[in-house]
């Protein structure tokens, strides 16, 4: 069983650029959802894609958006980057919407200067 | 925002010695899960609890939950160096739709060998 994998591991990019980040889910799961965590702080919901549509959105401006693929990997992109954009972008995969547990990937390191 | 708030913020104990963290939380919840998170890399599921139980254990875990005080507490029984890490709750809403994953603020504990 292959687990969910993030790429790339680590990036750097500048004010005002746009970023593209990768997310495979794990073998058998149709869900995605992206977090992100800030220095110290939790996972902050994204969204979520089931099935290739957008399925639930948290408090982010629309410059954060995303794609998922009829394999059910994702893309999240960010543009028009600040530097408050600079966190650790988490990606969860789960069988389904329901209330299975997220299995995380190792994430991926933005920073933004 | 952050949904939960853990307590302590970071907690250090000796090896063999228990860890007991706190959460609490805002919103009536369909279920509570705990996570851990290495430094730096992604989470790991350890236990959920459905909000129509009391307790839960897994190996050194157990869990409990009070959802008249909206909080929940993780125990970690012999705890062991390789214990040292971050420690959030999440909570899923109580309503239908996706599952809006919502994490705290988390609880850094460290066990000295």
């Known amino acids: 069983e292959t687990g969910v994998t993030q790429s790339p591991t680590h990036l750097i990019k500048t004010r005002g650029q746009q970023v593209t980040l990768r997310c495979s889910s794990q073998s058998g799961h149709n869900t995605v959802s992206w977090y992100q965590q800030a220095l110290g702080q939790g996972p902050q919901f994204i969204f979520q894609y089931y099935r290739e549509e957008e399925n639930g959105r948290g408090n982010f401006p629309p410059r954060f958006s995303g794609l998922q693929f009829p394999n059910y990997s994702s893309e999240l992109n960010v543009n028009a980057l600040e530097l408050d954009d600079s966190a650790l972008y988490l990606c969860?995969?789960?069988?389904?919407?329901?209330?299975?547990?997220?299995?995380f990937g190792n994430g991926t390191r933005l920073t933004v200067t | 925002s952050q949904q939960g708030e853990e307590d302590p913020q970071a907690l250090s104990i000796q090896e063999g010695e228990n860890a007991t963290m706190n959460c609490s939380y805002k919103?009536?919840?369909?279920?509570l899960q705990w996570y851990r998170q290495n430094s730096g890399r992604g989470l790991v599921h350890l236990i959920l609890i459905r909000s129509n139980e009391r307790e839960k254990h897994s190996g050194r875990l157990r869990v409990t939950l009070d959802t008249s005080k909206k909080s929940s507490s993780l125990l970690i029984t012999a705890s062991r160096a390789a214990d040292t890490a971050s420690y959030f709750c999440?909570?899923?809403?109580?309503?239908?739709?996706?599952?809006?994953?919502?994490f705290g603020t988390g609880t850094k504990l460290q066990v000295i060998p």
């Open positions: 919103t009536s919840i369909n279920n």
């Open positions: 999440a909570t899923a809403p109580n309503s239908g739709g996706y599952q809006k994953v919502t």
């Open positions: 969860a995969s789960t069988p389904d919407r329901g209330d299975s547990p997220l299995h």
